[in-house]
T-cell receptor, first 111, second 115 residues
Framework: KQEVTQIPAALSVPEGENLVLNCSFT??????LQWFRQDPGKGLTSLLL?????REQTSGRLNASLDKSSGRSTLYIAASQPGDSATYLCAVPYNTDKLIFGTGTRLQVFP | NAGVTQTPKFRVLKTGQSMTLLCAQD?????MYWYRQDPGMGLRLIHY???????AKGEVPDGYNVSRLKKQNFLLGLESAAPSQTSVYFC??????????????FGEGSRLTVL
């Protein structure tokens, strides 16, 4: 069964730092991997979707990488801002139809 | 540009009562999902549907039923609510193939409290 782990569980940093969030998965036979952001009391918003044939995907200050062979993905946030404070989750497909989520990394960026 | 809409957003039930959560999407997506989110447990899949008229069980289906009579709607029912079903429920949808975009879109959530 696919298992997804996110480290660290929580992170608190000063504004301006560059950050790396980690996502590990046990079954490397995945089609893609998706990163989400969740603000308190809100739903999940898709940030980046990396297909299995890609190594990286970029959107603004966000860069996500995927290494299937090692079962890892990283989300890099450049020049962090207080508005980046949220919980970040990764998800991978399981048995074609379903997605398995990690438990998330809760990020706080203070001014 | 509604995307995925869930109703109601908040509900309080007494143990044993029944209710239905409605999820509607306007993106013509084939796949729809119901998840519950609990502190320390992450998102867990309750039921899902791969198309109109189909449903399938996820990780935690007990105590819930679903129906997908129309492609745009996915209903989640609780026949006899229990305090253990106190949670935030999220609906999500995505287009057909993981090999294509496969991007998952979420609703804003429905917060259910069972007393």
């Amino acid at each position: 069964k696919q298992e997804v782990t996110q480290i660290p569980a929580a992170l608190s940093v000063p504004e301006g730092e560059n950050l790396v969030l980690n996502c590990s998965f046990t079954d490397s036979a995945i089609y893609n991997l998706q990163w989400f952001r969740q603000d308190p009391g809100k739903g999940l918003t898709s940030l980046l979707l990396i297909q299995s044939s890609q190594r990286e995907q970029t959107s603004g200050r966000l860069n996500a990488s995927l290494d299937k062979s090692s079962g890892r993905s990283t989300l890099y946030i450049a020049a962090s801002q207080p508005g980046d404070s949220a919980t970040y989750l990764c998800a991978v497909p399981y048995n074609t139809d379903k997605l398995i989520f990690g438990t998330g990394t809760r990020l706080q960026v203070f001014p | 540009n509604a995307g995925v809409t869930q109703t109601p957003k908040f509900r309080v039930l007494k143990t044993g009562q029944s209710m239905t959560l409605l999820c509607a999407q306007d993106m013509n997506h084939e796949y729809m999902y119901w998840y519950r989110q609990d502190p320390g447990m992450g998102l867990r899949l309750i039921h899902y549907s791969v198309g109109e008229g189909t449903t399938a069980k996820g990780e935690v289906p007990d105590g819930y039923n679903v129906s997908r009579l129309k492609k745009q709607n996915f209903l989640l029912g609780l026949e006899s609510a229990a305090p253990s079903q106190t949670s935030v429920y999220f609906c999500a949808s995505r287009p057909l193939a993981f090999g294509g975009t496969g991007e998952l879109f979420f609703g804003e959530g429905s917060r259910l409290t069972v007393l």
